[in-house]
């Protein structure tokens, strides 16, 4: 793939962590699903989503610049015992594409360029009595460089929480996640699962995003009319992956996001732009220990994605 293509993103994570932390999203398995089920059909559904987006070109601090594509694609399966208790079982592949240009190195070191990564998820999600809900989602995820070992790259965590429905318009519930990190310490981090539907047109959730990121994030959205929405979101993104050496590599940002979505009945195509701000670049051995690290200037991104179910 051309590091000048788009990449793909998905629309994911719906947990606000109130805490910064290492969990990944890209909605992608392991994030907390949209707490709105009133849409949910009884029995087997299935699920498609990807997209595509670019990274342009950002300043390292260390000198040269970079920019990035990004690939990620998932599928889902899932039985829904009623609109509040399913299990289902996503997977998924992403890709992410690193362009380094004129005198770009960090520390002194050559920076990566393709990096892989396979993720599988069970969501789990259980209304032992009207209102309440309980979930929990264990993940496992391989993440490293070409042509490295992805097996070198496994980690894994959960999800574990519940939530209360106050009414017909609030959701919200707490919850905490644990992950192992590559050559870091065992992480815990709060969670706060939220769906409020402020207006009839208005709604703020930690579910469904658009974008491009693999983050805790909030979205807020606006129906326009019955098929198009508005949405601007935020959200922490930390990639660590596995390097050819056997060291550690780290990307890290806080993307704001803002996009319009298309979408009839169980299909979503959404055209999001924003600005990642924050962004980091890490370097560590294969002890994790850091050996340089460089921060990056704001940088534009673009991107297309989609959404169906069936």
Known sequence: MN??????????VSALLLLASAAESHAQPGSVPSQAQDDRQLGWGFGVRGGVAHQ????????????ATRATLDASVRYAFSKGTFVGLSAG?????????GDAR????SPWSQVHNLRVAVPLF?????DWQILAIPRLRMTAEEPGDWSDGLTGGALVGFSYRFSDRLRIGPGFGVTTELEESLNFFPILIVDWKVTDRLRIETGRNVGST??????????????????IGFRRERLRFR???????EDSSFPVVAGITWGPPYAELSLFAGVEV?????????????????DYDPAALLGLSFRVRF
Not at 106 to 109: F, N, P, Q, T
Not at 126 to 130: D, F, I, L, T
């Open 56 to 67: 342009f070109e950002a300043n390292l601090d260390e000198g040269g610049s970079y920019d």
């Open 3 to 12: 590091r000048f293509g788009l990449r793909l993103a998905t629309t994911a």
């Open 126 to 130: 259980w209304e032992p009595a009207p």
């Open 214 to 231: 693999r983050g805790p994030g909030l979205l807020a959205s606006y129906e326009i009319s019955p098929h198009w929405t508005a949405s």
């Open 278 to 294: 924050g962004g980091e670049l890490r370097l560590e051995d294969a002890g994790g220990n850091t050996l340089a690290e460089s």
């Open 106 to 109: 960090i520390g002194g070191l």
């Open 93 to 101: 592949y992403g890709y992410d594409d690193y362009g380094f240009s």
């Open 243 to 249: 390097l050819t050496d056997g060291g550690v590599g």
